[in-house]
């Protein structure tokens, strides 16, 4: 069985561009997690889906920041403009059934440097 | 929010010695306490976890222990091999929807 799969792995863009990230979560897992990343830290919650539901986008810098999950499958997350401390790596996440208990299991992530 | 700080930062040993990482956690509310394992280039992988009404848990080489009072908990591997090198996280959860991640420890096993 597939993984969570991510594109792009890596992204480098100029400050004030816009970026976006896709993920694809394993089939049937109906939560889904978008985490940042910075250099030798843990991963940070940026807004967890449940279905096409943004349950918890607490974390998520609104005025940048965007994310969507349409029909409950795949998810973007979109970055407009980026700004130099928006380079980390971004990485989704999935897991079946709701709550936070039971494995979540990562994509790759997608490395971001913005210049 | 949930603060969860974890120790040693770094961590070399030598082939078949034990590694031990540390973490405390700073809501005593919290109840799930998983332990992910991330490999260079990789996402992040659960290798154990431990819920507040079990004190230890193991899997083969590996154990993890909780103590509610002290608001602590920890990673044991025991045996090292080369392939544990890699970054541990541990986390906790605040209820059931939000999981706080430490910083990560680097682990060496040095053949």
């Known amino acids: 069985e597939a993984g969570v799969v991510q594109s792009p792995r890596y992204k480098i863009i100029e400050k004030k561009q816009p970026v976006a990230f896709w993920c694809n979560p394993i089939s049937g897992h109906n939560t889904l997690y978008w985490y940042r990343q910075n250099l030798g830290q843990g991963p940070e919650l940026l807004i967890r889906?449940?279905?096409?539901?943004?349950?918890?986008d607490s974390q998520l810098p609104k005025d940048r920041f965007s994310a969507e999950r349409l029909k409950g499958v795949d998810s973007t997350l979109k970055i407009q403009p980026a700004e130099l401390g928006d380079s980390a790596v971004y990485l989704c996440a999935s897991k079946s059934g709701t709550g936070v208990t039971g494995e979540l299991f990562f994509g790759e992530g997608s490395r971001l440097t913005v210049l | 929010g949930e603060n969860v700080e974890q120790h040693p930062s770094t961590l070399s040993v030598q082939e078949g010695d034990s590694a031990v990482i540390k973490c405390t956690y700073s809501?005593?509310?919290?109840?799930?306490f998983p332990w992910y394992k991330q490999e260079l280039g990789k996402g992040p992988q659960l290798i154990i976890d431990i819920r507040s009404n079990v004190g230890e848990k193991k899997d083969q080489r590996i154990a993890v222990t909780l103590n509610k009072t002290a608001k602590h908990f920890s990673l044991h591997i025991t045996e090292t091999q080369p392939e544990d090198s890699a970054v541990y996280f541990c986390?906790?959860?605040?209820?059931?929807?939000?999981?706080?991640f430490g910083a990560g420890t680097t682990v060496t096993v040095r053949a």
């Open positions: 809501d005593s509310a919290s109840n799930y």
């Open positions: 986390a906790a959860s605040l209820g059931d929807y939000k999981l706080s």
């Open positions: 889906y449940e279905n096409e539901e943004a349950v918890d």
